[in-house]
């Protein structure tokens, strides 16, 4: 099970940090991502980390701003998101997969076994 938490409201040009918690096995076995959804759209692909943490995948609109981390003894991992923007307002879940291979980059939604459910973040301009 996993639990996504720390959205909220927040200026343009401000910071949060995003966690997803998980429960029930350890999280150092899956590989984890982060999607976001806007309004009418389909989920799209922020960020994917390999269950050792050693590879991370970013989307090219948050390549600079946004960092993925994971702390496997906390069966957490992190999006860490700075220099916020209005368009950066979705709704924002994780998820993982077993078995991932750390050369890939795993962007689409359908490559993940579990789901969270999502912690939604607003920028205001």
């Known amino acids: 099970q996993l639990q996504a938490f720390g959205g909220g409201l927040v200026q343009a040009g401000g910071s949060l940090r995003l966690s997803c918690a998980a429960s029930g096995r350890p999280f150092s076995n899956y590989g984890a991502g982060w999607f976001r959804q806007f309004p009418g759209k389909e989920r799209e692909f922020v960020g994917f980390?390999?269950?050792?943490?050693?590879?991370?995948y970013l989307a090219d609109s948050v390549k600079g701003r946004f960092t993925i981390s994971r702390d496997n003894a906390k069966n957490t991992v992190y999006l860490q998101m700075h220099s916020l923007k209005p368009e950066d307002t979705a709704v924002y879940y994780c998820?993982?997969?077993?078995?991932?291979?750390?050369?890939?980059?795993?962007?689409?939604?359908?490559?993940?076994?579990?789901w969270g459910q999502g912690t939604l973040v607003t920028v205001s301009s």
């Open positions: 980390i390999s269950w050792s943490g050693g590879s991370t």
């Open positions: 998820a993982a997969r077993r078995n991932s291979n750390a050369s890939i980059r795993y962007a689409s939604q359908y490559e993940y076994n579990y």
